[in-house]
């Protein structure tokens, strides 16, 4: 996932994915993003930060009604390239645990997960503005291993337990997936599948890269990867854009609220006439006699007074 800087070519998927989101940041035009990235790791069914302050600190699992499932506590870091985007890889690279076994001397002991959440804020044509979310999880799984290979006693079995157990776990979720018949999802069984339970069932697309060794001595480990990639090959998502409808109706009552503005000051001016309150202009209106340009009708009024005095 991860592979070397130099030669380029031997980049891993995380370094790629990093070049192909920003290529797209800089191609996009009357757009603007925010991306944050978090690096964390499943240890022994711990979850730790490998970016925060202390990386040995636990760290716990939460559900939020609109946020879905969530660390508590994980950090989030801002950033505006790749450069530093490899460079906070290199750091939570460092905190990993890792060990020595008899098939690899620095063997990952624990799942990773380096997460990118983007926000993006476009204006389209008619000068509408659109509020996009997305996130893209990087998991890097540790291999399932067998005691007869890797020679693992004492704290290595204990992690190499704990491994295999979450695999199986991440296996039944996604044998329930693609079963399209099964009512219940198993994503509580483990901590691992908890997490990805939105990058596996959820509105999202799922990708599985499988690493193979080519010696004959590893076939059966070999035939077990491909079985394994083979069930999330199968999981049949439907991705949407994730425009969340409650900004939308933000927007509305933004735009109402504009239109009710705009009305009432249109109001206000041609109530204030000269600068007059509302029932000063209505008074004047009732009492024309006090403009300056009324010319009242005497002889209209004497004839009127004589009219009252010949019925009384």
């Given at each position: ?180 018949r099964c009512k219940h999802i198993p994503y509580r069984d483990s901590k691992l599948t908890r997490l990805l339970q939105d990058s596996l069932g959820g509105n999202t697309k799922t990708l599985m890269v499988a690493c193979l060794s080519p010696a004959d001595n590893n076939y059966d480990e070999s035939l077990s990867t491909l079985r394994y ?84």
């Open positions: 996932m991860q592979g070397i800087t130099d030669p380029p070519p031997q980049k891993g998927i995380i370094p790629r994915a990093f070049e192909h989101i920003f290529e797209s940041v800089q191609c996009a035009e009357n757009t603007k993003f925010l991306v944050r990235v978090s690096y964390l790791e499943i240890y022994t069914e711990d979850i730790r930060d490998l970016l925060g302050a202390d990386t040995k600190q636990k760290l716990e699992l939460k559900e939020h009604p609109e946020k879905g499932v969530y660390v508590k506590g994980l950090s989030l870091h801002t950033v505006h390239n790749v450069a530093q985007c490899e460079r906070i890889m290199e750091t939570g690279w460092r905190n990993r645990a890792v060990g020595y076994t008899l098939m690899n001397k620095d063997s990952s002991r624990s799942h990773s997960i380096f997460t990118i959440n983007m926000e993006i804020y476009a204006v389209d044509e008619r000068g509408e503005d659109h509020l996009r979310a997305a996130k893209l999880n990087l998991v890097d799984l540790a291999g399932s291993e067998r005691q007869s290979k890797t020679g693992a006693t004492g704290e290595r079995l204990k992690e190499a337990t704990k491994i295999n157990l979450s695999l199986s776990a991440l296996g039944n979720v996604i044998s329930a997936l693609v079963d399209g990639a083979n069930r999330a090959k199968n999981i049949k998502n439907k991705p949407h854009i994730n425009e969340d409808p409650k900004d939308a109706l933000l927007r509305e009552y933004q735009e109402e609220i504009r239109k009710l503005k705009a009305i009432l000051a249109e109001q206000m001016n041609t109530n204030n006439v000269s600068g007059l309150l509302p029932a000063e202009t209505t008074q004047l209106e009732l009492k024309p006699a006090l403009l300056p340009d009324f010319q009242p009708d005497v002889e209209a009024e004497k004839q009127l007074i004589r009219e009252v005095s010949q019925g009384a």
